[in-house]
């Protein structure tokens, strides 16, 4: 299946960053810090935005957690979601201090009434909304409908949700369909893209801490995006969430979707490898974090292959006995001792982004 085939057409804008309608794919994360604690949260959401984040969701557990949302909106430019369970006064307050969308279940707010306040808030303020179906939280009478947790499940669930505001002519809304199941989770994506045209937000939600989050996280949110699925991501991760951050960016890059920041390629290693391979590609790359400039780097261990296997590297090494080769492109600019090829290595990353820099 070709790339971006099944994307949603129709668009909606969490404040400036449109999502759908062929709009680069964003990156989202949620504070894990005190929505009252304004200071922390600013500044976690400014670390984030940093990390290369489109748009922060935060925790609107209580009243006082939703007063306190305009001192922060007023703080930061990122966008900010606010995440609301079952009390629509919260949503209402949320919007009123100025939050760019919500994340909310309709059936889970209070009756017809008071979702017709939300939505009615929600349109004047041009408010979208994030139906969020959850696997682990599915009504018990779906569950007992579809025999369980299925992917049928989580789309019928979802689609009661859709048909709520539809119902209030409200259509501004994208939706997510969240399982630590990556197997669950691709089928629920799939059937719910060809359901409907809005939007979907893609996870794999309570994916555990990073070693093992990463992996699930990359083959299902990038499975369903090499299929042309999805239209903004978040990598739920425990821990500091600027990992998720980049995790979602490393993501992107990889599927060729977005560039963002260096590429280091690194040989295995092998029998004919004949230098410290592994403690050179290592300091190459804390030599690349934090850098923003889209470059690749190579660090190969043969120089039989390595100029050639490297050959779309913007710049290399390759080691050998005692000595090693400088390349760019694939084309050797110069042999040097050992101990001497990455002071050499990092000048050719300098003039590099220097000649860009002047060109």
């Keep these: 299946m070709a790339m971006y085939e099944r994307r949603a057409t129709r668009q909606i804008h969490i404040g400036n960053i449109p999502i759908g ?13 005190k929505t009252t604690d304004t200071e922390a949260t600013v500044q976690q959401i400014r670390e984030l935005a940093a990390a290369g984040c489109d748009i922060v969701r935060v925790a609107v557990p209580d009243m006082a957690a939703a007063k306190n949302l305009g001192n922060i909106v007023r703080q930061v430019k990122t966008p900010l979601v606010a995440d609301i369970h079952f009390d629509y006064k919260l949503a209402l307050e949320a919007m009123a201090q100025g939050v760019a969308a919500l994340r909310i279940n309709p059936g889970n707010i209070g009756g017809t009434e008071r979702v017709k306040k939300v939505v009615a808030a929600a349109r004047e303020g041009g408010i979208p909304i994030r139906i969020g179906v959850n696997a682990g939280s599915l009504d018990h009478k779906i569950l007992t409908k579809y025999g369980g947790i299925t992917a049928e499940a989580l789309v019928a669930s979802a689609m009661e949700h859709v048909h709520v505001l539809e119902e209030l002519d409200f259509y501004d809304m994208k939706i997510s369909l969240k399982a630590h199941d990556v197997p669950l989770t691709l089928a629920a994506y799939r059937l719910m893209s060809q359901r409907v045209d809005y939007p979907l937000h893609l996870g794999i939600t309570e994916a555990g801490t990073a070693g093992t989050g990463i992996i699930k996280s990359s083959v299902g949110v990038g499975a369903l995006l090499a299929e042309g699925i999805g ?67 190579a660090v190969m261990g043969c ?54 820099k002047s060109s």
């Design 21 to 33: 309608g062929g709009a680069p794919i964003s990156v989202q994360s949620m504070c894990n810090t």
């Design 231 to 297: 239209d903004t991501i978040r990598i739920s991760l425990t821990g500091d969430p600027v990992v998720e951050v980049r995790t979602a960016n490393e993501i992107l890059k990889a599927l060729g979707l977005k560039e963002y920041g260096p590429t280091l390629v690194a040989c295995p290693t092998c029998g004919r490898t004949s230098i410290n391979l592994v403690e050179i590609a290592e300091k190459v790359e804390e030599r690349l974090r934090g850098m923003e400039e889209p470059i690749e780097v």
């Design 303 to 356: 120089v039989v292959n390595g100029p050639g296997e490297a050959r779309g590297a913007d710049v290399g090494i390759a080691g050998g006995n005692g000595e090693g080769l400088i390349f760019r492109k694939g084309e050797v600019i110069r042999k040097v001792k050992e101990e001497e090829l990455l002071p050499e290595l990092f000048r050719e990353i300098d003039a590099i982004l220097e000649e860009r």
